[in-house]
């Protein structure tokens, strides 16, 4: 079955550092791939996505993400973080021509200001 | 207007109730979802509708009966529930099931005592 990984469960860092979150997925054939962003008390927001082309995204808020097709990867990367970035990352794929919607479970950052 | 509205926001019910979550939007999307979110996990896909006819049930119990009135509506009617379906309901909606983000509303936060 398809399932979707994220390599950390709580992460913490102080403002200004820099992010990497973690997102592995299993399914082998074609994919589309979201990062979503839940803060405190707020509905799901979409970060940024992929469906082709440069492998290297850009979303919202200065958040941007790799696909490297060949690690079954899609992390998530920030240059420094704010204490608003506080926050629940899920990383999530849909496959199988949306077939299969599946999300991560979740990174928790806090970020220490 | 990128918004999914619910309502209600928040529903207390007994496991004798019969109650029903709504959900609209109005960005002219033709695939909309219901999730469910416990307590510090991912949503987990509960339904989805494509062009008000339903594509996929994730196996989930007759207690939960989704209906799609129209291309805008969505609604979760309940009835004869028990206290671990205590949870986050999320709808979302997107383009199409395929190849498209979804967009989240803000949840009911449903309590069966």
């Known amino acids: 079955a398809q399932s979707v990984s994220q390599h950390n469960h709580h992460v913490i860092l102080s403002e200004a550092a820099s992010l990497e979150l973690g997102c592995n997925y299993s399914?082998?054939?074609?994919?589309?791939l979201f990062w979503y962003v839940q803060y405190p008390g707020q509905h799901l927001q979409l970060l940024l996505k992929?469906?082709?082309?440069?492998?290297l995204v850009k979303g919202i808020k200065g958040f941007e993400a790799e696909f490297i097709k060949s690690k079954f990867s899609f992390n998530l990367r920030k240059p420094s973080v704010q204490w608003s970035d506080t926050a629940e990352y899920f990383c999530a794929v849909n496959a199988n021509y949306g077939q299969n919607f599946v999300f991560g479970p979740g990174t928790r950052l806090s970020v220490l200001p | 207007d990128t918004e999914v509205t619910q309502t209600p926001k928040h529903l207390v019910m007994g496991m004798t109730n019969k109650k029903s979550l709504k959900c609209e939007q109005h960005?002219?999307?033709?695939?909309m979802y219901w999730y469910k979110q416990k307590a510090k996990k991912p949503p987990e896909l509960m339904f989805v509708?494509?062009?008000?006819?339903?594509?996929i049930n994730e196996s989930v119990p007759s207690r939960f009966s989704p209906e799609c009135p129209n291309s805008s509506l969505l609604n979760l009617h309940l009835h004869a529930l028990q206290p671990e379906d205590s949870a986050l309901y999320l709808c979302a909606s997107s383009q199409q099931v395929v190849d498209y983000e979804q967009y989240f509303g803000p949840g009911t936060r449903l309590t069966v005592t």
């Open positions: 509708y494509s062009y008000e006819k339903l594509s």
């Open positions: 992929y469906f082709s082309g440069d492998p």
């Open positions: 960005m002219g999307h033709r695939a």
């Open positions: 399914y082998g054939g074609t994919v589309n």
